[in-house]
């Protein structure tokens, strides 16, 4: 059966530095998601993608998030200076369709990421 | 922004025993997905339910969209449904708002 999957599972990094999420979505999905999860809190929408462009971001998505469709199969978050606050487990999501029946989104494993 | 409450937040079960989640949201929703977050923290997709009434083995699963809610049903709980149990809604904005989540433990 078709899944996303993230790479790397763990991430440890230090403040300040760049950390990239990576997700390869199932295939012939076109819609493209990133949520995290602070230990213990609930689930939060980051950032949508398609057609290689931002459809909606959230508040938390601020300037030093960016996502990313390289080539035909990754989908990629960037964080360009990170905070001890963006310690959390992030989640890649895609979905066939968008806004109509059978838009159910598939979730990766996660990557979850330290910053010390 | 919309408001996805689920209840109890916390559950403690016999093996064996049944149980009855509830999700209430407090606007019109295009979608509706339960999941589970097992221990190691992966969501695992449980329903895709905007309506109606939905069964996959002991699990099962019942939206009444006009009322605003959801209900998830397990029935014989074993220890490996252990976990956390979210629903998500998706609305007009097509991006998923999750609830705080019910921790349900199951012991033997």
């Known amino acids: 059966e078709p899944e996303v999957t993230q790479t790397p599972s763990h991430q440890v990094t230090q403040m300040g530095q760049e950390v990239i999420l990576r997700c390869v979505p199932i295939?012939?999905?076109?819609?493209f998601y990133w949520y995290r999860q602070i230990l213990g809190q609930k689930v939060e929408f980051l950032v949508s993608f398609y057609n290689n462009e931002i459809s909606e971001k959230s508040e938390i998505f601020d300037d030093q998030f960016s996502v990313e469709r390289p080539d035909g199969s990754n989908f990629t978050l960037k964080i360009r200076s990170t905070k001890l606050e963006d310690s959390a487990m992030y989640f890649c999501?895609?979905?066939?369709?968008?806004?109509?029946?059978?838009?159910?989104?598939?979730f990766g494993p996660g990557t979850r990421l330290t910053v010390l | 922004g919309i408001q996805v409450e689920q209840s109890p937040p916390d559950l403690i079960l016999q093996e064996g025993a049944n149980s009855t989640l509830r999700c209430n949201f407090s606007d019109s929703v295009n979608n509706l997905q339960w999941f589970h977050q097992n221990p190691w923290g992966q969501l695992i997709n449980l329903f895709y339910?905007?309506?109606g009434t939905k069964q996959n083995g002991r699990l099962s699963a019942t939206t009444v969209a006009t009322e605003r809610y959801s209900l998830l049903y397990i029935s014989s709980s074993q220890t490996t449904d252990s976990g956390v149990y979210f629903c998500a809604v998706l609305t007009g904005a097509n991006n998923l708002f999750f609830g705080t989540g019910t921790r349900l433990t199951v012991i033997p």
């Open positions: 339910i905007p309506s």
């Open positions: 999501a895609s979905s066939e369709k968008r806004g109509e029946p059978d838009n159910e989104q598939f």
């Open positions: 295939s012939n999905h076109l819609y």
